[in-house]
Every structure is written in structure tokens, then in C-alpha cells.
């Protein structure tokens, strides 16, 4: 899914907050952000993709995932209160929106996909996180 799909999903590009926007004289770059059409937001979707979705697990990442016979891929993540306090586990969000972000190009189209991150997640580099969780997408395919 490229960048442009994202932007289409969302129906046009996302706006940055006020505090982000940039100031008078610089350039005017829509920020790409995680849009509501590519989010899974219901707990009925969540409990669709666990009740009849398959599962793929890696060491630090279990994935869920079904087919939603869409256009573009709807993602949720869900992360539990025993990896650590709210500023972690938003923490632990941020980033795994930032490697969906980054890798919209090599994320395969037409699935709700549910992640779960796993402890060792909070203190791993970002770089192995990417890696891996691109890894288990991939598979999600096969």
C-alpha cells in the first residue's frame, strides 16, 4: 500500500495539529498520519479479526489478521496495561504507527490486522522492531 492510498483512504490528506504546522515561510507539507480508514475502531472489529482471523507470532509481536475484502488494509493495536504505565504503552503505539507509516509501500492490501506487541518490545530498537514486524506482515500474505 503506497502513500497515495493512504491519502485516498482517508479521503484527503491529513492535517497537522496547530503546534505542528509550520510557520509562515516554510514549505507546506501535508503530514502523512495514520487515518481513521485504516484504523480499526470498533471492539466488534477486533473481535471479528480474533474469532475468525489466523495468527502469526515472532518474539516480540503476535499478529492477528483476517481478510476484509477491501482496498487497503485497517489496523489496530492493542497493548496491555502489564508492559508498563500509560506514557509506555503510548510510547509503544507511537512507534509501531510510525513503522506502519514508514512501510505503507510493503504492507500487503485487503486485511484487518490486529498487533500485539510483547515486553521485550518497550526496550528494543527501533530498527529491529521495523524489521520484524514488516517480516510477520509480509507472512500474513503467504
Known amino acids: 500500500m503506497d502513500a497515495r492510498s493512504w491519502r485516498l483512504a482517508a479521503g484527503r490528506d491529513v492535517i497537522a495539529s496547530r503546534k505542528s504546522r509550520p510557520s509562515a515561510g ?22 471479528a479479526v480474533y474469532r475468525s482471523g489466523q495468527r502469526r507470532s515472532s518474539q516480540q509481536f503476535i499478529v492477528f489478521f483476517r481478510s476484509n475484502g477491501g482496498e487497503h ?23 509501531i504507527r510510525e513503522i506502519l507509516r514508514l ?30 514486524l514488516l517480516r510477520l506482515l509480509r507472512s500474513v500474505v503467504k
Open 103 to 132: 512501510s505503507q509501500s510493503e504492507i500487503p492490501s485487503g486485511w484487518d490486522i490486529v498487533i500485539h506487541p510483547r515486553s521485550t518490545v518497550a526496550r528494543a530498537e527501533f530498527a529491529s522492531l521495523q524489521a520484524e
Open 73 to 95: 488494509s485497517r489496523f489496530g493495536i492493542s497493548v496491555k496495561k502489564a508492559l508498563g504505565g500509560a506514557v509506555v504503552r503510548n510510547r509503544i503505539k507511537r512507534r
Open 26 to 47: 516554510r514549505s507546506s507539507v501535508p503530514v502523512r498520519g495514520f487515518p481513521r480508514a485504516v484504523r480499526l475502531g470498533r471492539r466488534s472489529e477486533y473481535q
